[in-house]
């Protein structure tokens, strides 16, 4: 391509007014359908506005993924902050993602250099706690920090993060915590410790017929110009959405229609242009062969794409995949099979081509051997996704 075509690529007219409203980071200014929880929130932290001491409080949204956690709990710090200043209340909101900060200690570090300008280094997380509670006194503020994806973290350190309070007294702590997760991730790492310090659960459901085709409309007429969406094409992909429970899969696919609108010249989205997207946002799967799976072979299918997922590598192994096997299990109040018969369930997808498997040698002990396991046609989260909500239709 030369300057002259780059630079016509440019002047084609957009079927976008502000596409950043798409983003999955975008937090709306007005938020549908989630009320009931944003109502919960505010009667649980308003004490931090109404009360001189201003407590330390703790809090879980969990649930599905898609059913609008993060959204929900970045636009409710958003609106706390504005209102706790209309009140002469200084309130910090921090956002952090485990995705990005897989630490106690990434997250901590992160706000003493924010707070307090340092780089950490020297310093225990005890002790840069303390400088930034002590900074945060000084300044007469307050900090609801947010985590999302919580479950990335070590149960010890998500119980340590809830006993700051406890430790270093609720009338010094000067922070509260929103903690966001998957249901079925938190079951991983919930104890009796963490549930004794946290002040309230709040579970989001996944959007209904009704409710997505509202949020749709709202993110559409935010993100294209007039006459680019038709109410058929907002149908149709709300019916998506409610067949996946998940919202950010009917977002994801608005964006990519208008991208491809874009790119092509069109000037409206199209049934096809749903059609294609719906397809890369959450692929077929070989829906035939996963219907023929029976409960057990699921279940195994089960625990090694929830391995890999924990794993992040390519290949995981019988043993770990075996773990999460029997976690989902008792999650379903399902009897486990021994691992001789997990590793003949293995046997079976492998040979239907929906995992590979390969044996490789032990470097710790020359003479040993042990079998890796990988997915085939579909990342791990999106197979996850999928049998959860087979699992959710089946064991409910």
Not at 71 to 99: H, M, P, Q, W
Not at 184 to 210: A, F
Not at 376 to 395: Q, S
């Amino acid at each position: 391509m030369d300057i002259d075509k780059f630079r016509e690529e440019f002047k084609k007219k957009s079927v976008f007014r502000q596409v950043s409203s798409l983003d999955l980071s975008y937090v709306p200014d007005t938020l549908f359908c989630r009320d009931e929880a944003i109502r919960e929130l505010i009667h649980n932290f308003r004490r931090i506005i109404d009360e001189k001491e201003q407590p330390s409080l703790s809090v879980l949204i969990h649930g599905k993924g898609g059913v609008g956690k993060s959204v929900t709990s970045r636009y409710f710090g958003k609106n706390f902050k504005e209102i706790a200043l209309e009140n002469d209340v200084k309130i910090f909101i921090e956002y952090f993602n485990c995705i990005n900060f897989r630490t106690k200690s990434k997250i901590i570090r992160e706000l003493l250099g924010k707070y307090t300008h340092g780089s950490g280094r020297g310093f225990s997380d005890d002790e840069a706690i303390k400088l930034i509670l002590s900074k945060l006194i000084r300044d007469n503020g307050y900090m609801l920090l947010i985590i999302d994806e919580v479950h990335l973290l070590k149960p010890k350190e998500v119980w340590a993060i809830l006993d700051i309070a406890e430790t270093y007294g609720h009338q010094n702590a000067k922070l509260s915590i929103l903690l966001i997760s998957r249901t079925q991730d938190w079951m991983r790492i919930e104890t009796e410790r963490i549930l004794s310090r946290l002040n309230s659960k709040i579970k989001l459901e996944p959007y209904d017929m009704e409710e997505s085709n509202k949020i749709l409309e709202y993110r559409s007429g935010l993100a294209f110009k007039d006459g680019v969406v038709h109410d058929d094409i907002i149908e149709m992909i709300s019916q998506i959405v409610v067949d996946h429970n998940n919202m950010r899969h009917g977002i994801e696919i608005l964006r990519k229609c208008g991208l491809y609108a874009d790119k092509e010249g069109f000037e409206k989205l199209t049934a096809d242009m749903v059609r294609e997207a719906s397809n890369e946002v959450y692929p077929t799967f070989r829906g035939d062969v996963v219907d023929k799976l029976n409960d057990q072979e699921l279940l195994g299918l089960y625990g090694v794409a929830q391995s890999l997922l924990n794993n992040e590598e390519p290949y995981t192994i019988v043993d770990d995949a075996f773990l999460e096997y029997q976690t989902i299990c008792e999650t379903y109040d399902i009897k486990p099979h021994v691992k001789m018969s997990f590793r003949k369930y293995i046997r079976e997808l492998n040979q239907l081509k929906i995992v590979a498997s390969r044996t490789v040698r032990i470097e710790e002990d020359k003479r040993g051997r042990h079998l890796e396991i990988t997915l085939l046609d579909i990342p791990a989260k999106k197979l996850v996704d999928l049998l959860d909500t087979i699992f959710e239709k089946k064991y409910k």
